[in-house]
């Protein structure tokens, strides 16, 4: 569906918000604005103009609906978000839908990429009530936030069985007026089921049977066609690769490592992946990857290019690392700020239709490339009629290879070609009006960046990635912290507010520790464990030793919860168990592995039940079964063999790997002056090996 056409350009419109006089601007929003005016959040301020007269999340928008004894109408979304878009258009920006809204509910604005505490726990409510979630998310609920009704997006007027805002707002706003305890008698219900599901379920750490139990899962649902897991909409779930590459190396099968790279293989082909312009797109509507929702995440980015490292380390092929470096690339080139922060997101949109920067017509091709347009069209599956409304989304039917041997050229002339073509259509493309890019640098998002950019450095030795990752390290430093060390969770407008979620804490720290092990720094790891500790005693159950998703300094929306399950991206207490696992092992603090265990256990209960939905946990499991192979490094950080040893680690896939420098222990000498690694493997420590070359040679014995 289309939402309504915009000529003016969506970033634009948000630096004309950012840039107002805001001290001129009534608390109210005056005639113009609403009280979304004030706001930092990109996805606020791109309602702050509706006639709905909308509240940011908080006391005053609560202390109104208990005062006037009206039902609050919470509507969730994000800046990126196309249905979140369309329900604005219609609805919100309606004044006879406003009237209806402003008479009879005090209307709450979040984004949940800055309030994910608020999204995780209203949206376990609409999937408990519906069966189903989904963005926008609509709930409405008491003064004292207790929800009674849930909807993702509502259609302005009756649609296919389903009724419109106004006819289902006056409904609800007579309920509250008429039926008060049936109302209660939900709401009683709901927070019940809520408390049961929010809280930890405790169990003994099993065998390794139950890694074999979640690669049972995922055989089921793998399609062996396309790769990727299930039908349709097929996400790219780059974790449940990674714990495949585990399970691979665990038990020497091939089954899944052909399951990762078929499933990547078939990706970078698809149209899901920007043929021109890099980065993967979010989904696939369809099962073979062609036709996505075009929206760009960050973490997306992120957990593929992971994936991506992961599958080069286990096979060698160059293809997968030359993957990874696209979408690195992408990131670098059109989602990090100039400070050097990772933004969140760009959206599906541009001038009210969803894709219309992407895709491609033949003539517009012919336009840009001349003579090569139709080589081109027959490569990029460019066609008259098309493969979306009408027009072409890029993608590659054959692969390089196979193509270049239908049409009789090499493949180096045909990837050189290529290469041309898309730097001339890329040029092109930009003339078009870009899409809108959610400026919000967002912690837990730049942690996973952070951790892949640092491993893309082990892997390839360039310094851009690493001074990437740095860069965006000294950015959350200096701007996503408070004066006592207390992360913040978003930055947005010179602004960051919203305290660090456990997430948020749990990735910055993945990301200290990838950095640590590709440059040896001691900084890092410092920094690792001592924002792990603040962690612990910030998020830290007592009852239980697993984690809370929020500070025991902030608001418990609907209680305080634990929730290890991993979605599209790991969750904090997965996150968390691993970091703490790994620093144990590289620091011997047994404190810290020992509270990775606790984390583990509390959380096991859930993931015995349903596996494949904890992937991550077990990951931080299966590094906690082990066996480990620990690699002391001794000698100069900066001596060029010390750094090419570091990239012989960094191409090795070793997912239990401890690795550490000696820090002038005199128990790890240096061999002749030179670089030297100790290696202990498979239960034994094997004598030191100096340089890169030898170490090389005995890893491969080894893992």
Same mark, same amino acid.
């Given at each position: 569906?289309?939402?309504?056409?915009?000529?003016?350009?969506?970033?634009?419109?948000?630096?004309?918000?950012?840039?107002?006089?805001?001290?001129?601007?009534?608390?109210?929003?005056?005639? +113009?604005?609403?009280?979304?005016?004030?706001?930092?959040?990109?996805?606020?301020? *791109?309602?702050?103009?509706?006639?709905?007269?909308?509240?940011? &999340?908080?006391?005053?928008?609560?202390?109104?609906?208990?005062?006037?004894?009206?039902?609050?109408?919470?509507?969730?979304?994000?800046?990126?978000?196309? &249905?979140?878009?369309?329900?604005?258009?219609?609805?919100?920006?309606?004044?006879?839908?406003?009237?209806?809204?402003? %008479?009879?509910?005090?209307?709450?604005?979040?984004?949940?990429?800055?309030?994910?505490?608020?999204?995780?726990?209203?949206?376990?409510?609409?999937?408990?009530?519906?069966?189903?979630?989904?963005?926008?998310?609509?709930?409405?609920?008491?003064?004292?936030?207790?929800?009674?009704?849930?909807?993702?997006?509502?259609? /302005?007027?009756?649609? +296919?069985?389903?009724?419109?805002?106004?006819?289902?707002?006056?409904?609800?706003?007579? #309920?509250?007026?008429?039926?008060?305890?049936?109302?209660?008698?939900?709401?009683?219900?709901?927070?019940?089921?809520?408390?049961?599901?929010?809280?930890?379920?405790?169990?003994?750490?099993?065998?390794?049977?139950?890694?074999?139990?979640?690669?049972? +899962?995922?055989?089921?649902?793998?399609?062996?066609?396309?790769?990727?897991?299930?039908?349709?909409?097929?996400?790219?779930?780059?974790?449940?690769? +990674?714990?495949?590459?585990?399970?691979?190396?665990?038990?020497?099968?091939?089954?899944?490592?052909?399951?990762?790279?078929?499933?990547?293989?078939?990706?970078?082909?698809?149209?899901?992946?920007?043929?021109?312009?890099?980065?993967?797109?979010?989904?696939?509507?369809? %099962?073979?990857? #062609?036709?996505?929702?075009? $929206?760009?995440?960050?973490?997306?980015?992120?957990?593929?290019?992971?994936?991506?490292?992961?599958?080069?380390?286990?096979?060698?092929?160059?293809?997968?690392?030359?993957?990874? =470096? $696209?979408?690195?690339?992408?990131?670098?080139?059109?989602?990090?700020?100039?400070?050097?922060?990772?933004?969140?997101? *760009?959206?599906?949109?541009? $001038? !009210?239709?969803?894709?219309?920067?992407?895709?491609?017509?033949?003539?517009?091709?012919?336009?840009?490339?001349?003579?090569?347009?139709?080589?081109?069209?027959? #490569?990029?599956?460019?066609?008259?009629?098309?493969?979306?409304?009408?027009?072409?989304?890029?993608?590659?039917?054959?692969?390089?290879?196979?193509?270049?041997?239908?049409?009789?050229?090499?493949?180096?002339?045909?990837?050189?070609?290529?290469?041309?073509?898309?730097?001339?259509?890329?040029?092109?493309?930009? =003339?078009?009006?870009?899409?809108?890019?959610? $400026? /919000?640098?967002?912690?837990?998002?730049?942690?996973?960046?952070?951790?892949?950019?640092?491993?893309?450095?082990?892997?390839?030795?360039?310094?851009?990635?690493?001074?990437?990752?740095? *860069?965006?390290?000294?950015?959350? %430093?200096?701007?996503?912290?408070?004066?006592?060390?207390?992360?913040?969770?978003?930055?947005?407008?010179?602004?960051?507010?919203?305290?660090?979620?456990?997430?948020?804490?749990?990735?910055?720290?993945?990301?200290?520790?990838?950095?640590?092990?590709?440059?040896?720094?001691?900084?890092? #790891?410092?920094?690792?464990?001592?924002?792990?500790? *603040?962690?612990?005693?910030?998020?830290?159950?007592?009852?239980?030793?697993?984690?809370?998703?929020?500070?025991?300094?902030?608001?418990?929306?609907?209680?305080?919860?634990?929730?290890? @399950?991993?979605?599209?991206?790991?969750?904090?207490?997965?996150?968390?168990?691993?970091?703490?696992?790994?620093? !144990?092992?590289?620091?011997?603090?047994?404190?810290?592995?020992?509270?990775? =265990?606790?984390?583990?256990?509390?959380?096991?209960? /859930?993931?015995?039940?349903?596996?494949?939905?904890?992937?991550?946990?077990?990951?931080?499991?299966? @590094?906690?079964?082990?066996?480990?192979?620990?690699?002391?490094?001794? !000698?100069?950080?900066?001596?060029?063999?010390?750094?090419?040893?570091?990239?012989?680690?960094? %191409?090795?896939?070793?997912?239990?790997?401890?690795?550490?420098?000696?820090?002038?222990?005199?128990?790890?000498?240096?061999?002749?002056?030179?670089?030297?690694? @100790?290696?202990?493997?498979?239960?034994?420590?094997?004598?030191?090996?100096?340089?890169?070359?030898?170490? !090389?040679?005995?890893?491969?014995?080894?893992?």
């Amino acid at each position: 569906m289309k939402a309504e056409k915009a000529s003016v350009d969506g970033n634009a419109e948000l630096r004309r918000l950012l840039n107002l006089d805001r001290k001129s601007i009534p608390a109210d929003g005056g005639e +113009q604005f609403n009280r979304l005016v004030f706001a930092s959040s990109p996805y606020l301020l *791109q309602h702050a103009e509706n006639p709905v007269g909308w509240y940011p &999340w908080g006391e005053e928008a609560f202390a109104r609906a208990e005062t006037e004894d009206m039902p609050i109408f919470l509507s969730i979304g994000y800046a990126t978000c196309h &249905w979140c878009h369309v329900m604005a258009h219609e609805s919100f920006a309606d004044p006879e839908v406003a009237e209806v809204m402003n %008479r009879y509910f005090v209307a709450i604005k979040v984004d949940r990429e800055e309030r994910p505490d608020i999204d995780d726990r209203y949206m376990n409510v609409s999937q408990m009530m519906t069966g189903s979630g989904g963005w926008p998310l609509n709930i409405v609920m008491t003064p004292d936030r207790r929800p009674f009704y849930a909807a993702t997006y509502i259609p /302005k007027t009756p649609r +296919q069985g389903m009724p419109g805002v106004v006819e289902l707002l006056m409904k609800l706003a007579e #309920l509250w007026r008429t039926e008060r305890d049936r109302i209660e008698e939900s709401c009683a219900s709901i927070m019940a089921a809520l408390t049961r599901l929010g809280g930890p379920a405790p169990a003994q750490l099993p065998g390794d049977s139950i890694l074999a139990d979640a690669y049972g +899962q995922l055989r089921q649902m793998y399609d062996e066609t396309w790769g990727g897991f299930g039908t349709s909409p097929k996400f790219p779930m780059p974790h449940y690769l +990674q714990f495949l590459l585990r399970i691979w190396r665990r038990t020497g099968d091939a089954s899944p490592l052909a399951m990762v790279t078929t499933s990547l293989i078939h990706i970078r082909q698809g149209g899901i992946f920007d043929q021109i312009g890099f980065g993967l797109h979010r989904y696939s509507v369809d %099962r073979q990857w #062609l036709i996505p929702h075009f $929206e760009k995440m960050l973490y997306d980015q992120a957990m593929i290019i992971l994936a991506c490292i992961e599958a080069f380390q286990a096979t060698g092929s160059r293809d997968f690392l030359k993957m990874a =470096e $696209e979408i690195a690339g992408y990131v670098l080139e059109e989602m990090t700020g100039p400070k050097g922060g990772f933004y969140a997101a *760009q959206d599906a949109d541009t $001038e !009210g239709e969803e894709g219309k920067y992407y895709v491609w017509t033949p003539a517009e091709i012919g336009a840009v490339l001349g003579d090569d347009a139709a080589f081109c069209c027959r #490569l990029l599956g460019g066609t008259v009629s098309g493969n979306f409304e009408g027009r072409t989304i890029l993608n590659l039917p054959l692969s390089i290879e196979e193509f270049a041997r239908r049409e009789g050229v090499t493949p180096d002339m045909l990837e050189a070609d290529l290469s041309r073509w898309r730097k001339q259509l890329l040029e092109a493309r930009s =003339e078009r009006v870009r899409p809108f890019r959610d $400026e /919000k640098v967002l912690t837990a998002w730049n942690g996973l960046m952070i951790a892949s950019l640092a491993r893309l450095h082990g892997a390839t030795g360039e310094a851009r990635w690493l001074a990437a990752a740095e *860069q965006a390290t000294k950015f959350i %430093r200096t701007r996503l912290v408070d004066g006592n060390g207390r992360l913040f969770r978003s930055y947005h407008g010179g602004r960051g507010d919203v305290p660090g979620f456990l997430e948020d804490y749990a990735a910055f720290v993945s990301g200290l520790i990838a950095l640590y092990e590709g440059t040896l720094v001691s900084d890092y #790891l410092e920094e690792a464990c001592r924002v792990s500790r *603040q962690m612990l005693s910030l998020f830290r159950d007592s009852g239980s030793g697993g984690l809370f998703d929020t500070g025991i300094d902030t608001e418990a929306v609907l209680g305080r919860s634990v929730n290890p @399950y991993d979605g599209v991206v790991p969750s904090g207490t997965s996150l968390a168990a691993l970091n703490l696992l790994r620093l !144990g092992g590289i620091t011997s603090a047994v404190d810290l592995t020992a509270a990775g =265990e606790a984390v583990l256990r509390s959380a096991m209960g /859930k993931a015995v039940r349903q596996p494949a939905g904890y992937l991550c946990l077990l990951m931080a499991y299966d @590094y906690l079964l082990g066996p480990a192979v620990e690699i002391t490094l001794a !000698g100069d950080r900066g001596d060029p063999e010390m750094l090419a040893m570091l990239r012989v680690i960094g %191409r090795r896939f070793i997912p239990r790997l401890v690795l550490r420098h000696a820090e002038g222990d005199p128990s790890f000498r240096e061999l002749d002056g030179r670089a030297t690694a @100790y290696v202990c493997a498979k239960e034994a420590c094997r004598p030191p090996v100096a340089g890169a070359e030898a170490l !090389g040679v005995l890893l491969d014995e080894v893992v």
